[in-house]
């Protein structure tokens, strides 16, 4: 990877499926004022292009219809538009429309001034995304200028195996793009409290599993679920860690923050030389 990478994390509340032109020109303008700060890397949460699902009758077709983009669509085209003119790299989230009709997969992009670099598909889905979502069937670090970037959608950094994965193709930059949930107003999903605390602790001991840097954004604020899931509320505690477990920036619950830090490649090594995991490993 580079010596030396500025970062930015953009904890925010993207707004629901309706509001995909706000959610891309706040996007824009996030790119072009943290490029401007010399942040090379500006990564926002699960979703932040389309919003998710409204569930409730009819809801999968309205989805496909109205809130699900192309990988060559206008729409990832005017973020690699702003990443080029802000001279640096994005991570977006959105409903992707696959190839096949009626397919909808939970991705999320990197996009740098030369265009479009990769694309990872969420692999694990909780809950009700598995009504709506198409789960991936394979696990890829992307090449970039700034190294070797992997990406995990929300519920996949809950899985170790997912990482080991990113590991063994030379991950050095992992980056959360989330959008976990505190609760809603029909169940939400997991207990509170205690996914509060793991989550905080997850960048953490991800970046000193994996001997990387962790990139954590995840989405704050609520959201209409639909009528059948009612409104649900996002948990915040973006995080960037350091691959010796130092804690580089952290935002808090429930508000919108920019969190911003500079990755230096001598953590890195200094992770890497004084503990041997990826190659002290034996399975």
Same mark, same amino acid.
């Given at each position: 990877?580079?010596?030396?990478?500025?970062?930015?994390?953009?904890?925010?509340?993207?707004?629901?499926?309706?509001?995909?032109?706000?959610?891309?020109?706040?996007?824009?303008?996030?790119?072009?004022?943290?490029?401007?700060?010399?942040?090379?890397?500006?990564?926002?949460?699960?979703?932040?292009?389309?919003?998710?699902?409204?569930?409730?009758?009819?809801?999968?077709?309205?989805?496909?219809?109205?809130?699900?983009?192309?990988?060559?669509?206008?729409?990832?085209?005017?973020?690699?538009?702003?990443?080029?003119?802000?001279?640096?790299?994005?991570?977006?989230?959105?409903?992707?429309?696959?190839?096949?009709? !009626?397919?909808?997969?939970?991705?999320?992009?990197?996009?740098?001034?030369? !265009?479009?670099?990769?694309?990872?598909?969420?692999?694990?889905?909780?809950?009700?995304?598995?009504?709506?979502?198409?789960?991936?069937?394979?696990?890829?670090?992307?090449?970039?200028?700034?190294?070797?970037?992997?990406?995990?959608?929300?519920?996949?950094?809950?899985?170790?195996?997912?990482?080991?994965?990113?590991?063994?193709?030379?991950?050095?930059?992992?980056?959360?793009?989330?959008?976990?949930?505190?609760?809603?107003?029909? !169940?939400?999903?997991?207990?509170?409290?205690?996914?509060?605390?793991?989550?905080?602790?997850?960048?953490?001991?991800?970046?000193?599993?994996?001997?990387?840097?962790?990139? !954590?954004?995840?989405?704050?604020?609520?959201?209409?679920?639909?009528?059948?899931?009612?409104?649900?509320?996002?948990?915040?505690?973006?995080?960037?860690?350091?691959?010796?477990?130092?804690?580089?920036?952290?935002?808090?619950?429930?508000?919108?923050?920019?969190?911003?830090?500079?990755?230096?490649?001598?953590?890195?090594?200094?992770?890497?030389?004084?503990?041997?995991?990826?190659?002290?490993?034996?399975?």
């Amino acid at each position: 990877m580079k010596a030396n990478t500025a970062v930015s994390v953009v904890q925010h509340a993207p707004g629901d499926m309706g509001q995909m032109e706000a959610n891309l020109v706040y996007i824009e303008q996030r790119l072009e004022e943290e490029g401007q700060r010399g942040s090379e890397l500006v990564v926002f949460p699960e979703m932040g292009i389309t919003s998710f699902f409204r569930h409730e009758p009819g809801g999968y077709e309205r989805y496909w219809r109205e809130a699900t983009i192309e990988l060559d669509g206008p729409e990832l085209g005017r973020v690699a538009d702003a990443a080029r003119a802000a001279n640096t790299h994005a991570v977006v989230g959105f409903a992707e429309r696959a190839d096949t009709t !009626g397919v909808i997969y939970n991705s999320a992009a990197l996009i740098g001034p030369d !265009g479009l670099l990769g694309v990872t598909r969420k692999v694990h889905l909780p809950g009700l995304e598995k009504l709506y979502y198409t789960p991936a069937d394979s696990i890829e670090v992307i090449d970039s200028p700034l190294g070797r970037i992997g990406i995990a959608i929300c519920y996949d950094v809950m899985f170790p195996e997912y990482f080991r994965a990113l590991s063994d193709q030379g991950a050095e930059i992992i980056v959360f793009c989330s959008s976990t949930w505190r609760g809603g107003a029909k !169940g939400g999903v997991g207990i509170e409290h205690v996914k509060r605390d793991y989550w905080a602790a997850l960048p953490m001991v991800t970046a000193i599993q994996n001997q990387a840097f962790v990139v !954590g954004c995840n989405a704050c604020g609520s959201l209409d679920m639909g009528s059948q899931a009612g409104v649900w509320e996002r948990l915040g505690l973006s995080q960037i860690v350091a691959p010796t477990g130092q804690i580089l920036a952290t935002a808090g619950e429930r508000d919108s923050e920019i969190l911003r830090a500079e990755l230096d490649r001598e953590d890195l090594i200094a992770a890497r030389t004084s503990y041997r995991f990826l190659t002290d490993r034996l399975l």
